[in-house]
């Protein structure tokens, strides 16, 4: 049996399995919803095909959840810290979906506009995330909460 001292970086993954699917399971209907409500996804039409959608829904993800998980158990729940955290998450998110949409399909919209609806849509998401993991993950992990 190994033992961990306190202040072993393994401990930083504790739960970590539980939020980032947790985060999952928020955030790519979430997305996925954005992505067709914005018109994204449409053959031949949108930028985004129905499994790019669901790639950059998931690699987002993959991106910013660890670093944020790590941030969120050394700074502690809901601090100012966290939540300062979770809006770059979610600028970082918005970026990434930009550079994703901006050079595909057809322009219906402003570059600019892209890059609003883009942003507006990740802050959304990883709020509808955060307000549902601080619920959710205190009853899943059986301690407290952290930013999911």
Known sequence: MVV??????????????VAFVLTCVIEIPAYLGAFSALGWIRPGRGP????????????VNLVTHPPLWAFALRSGTASARTLLAE??????EGLLIFAVVRRRG???????NRLSWSMMVAVGVNTLSLLVGLLVMPVLTGGAAVAA
Do not use: D
């Open 4 to 17: 961990l001292s306190p202040g072993s970086p393994l401990l930083v993954w504790e739960g970590f399995p």
């Open 106 to 112: 057809p322009y219906p919209e402003t570059w600019s």
């Open 87 to 92: 809006l770059v998450v979610a600028i970082v």
């Open 48 to 59: 985004l095909s129905v499994r790019s959608a669901l790639a950059l829904a998931v690699a």
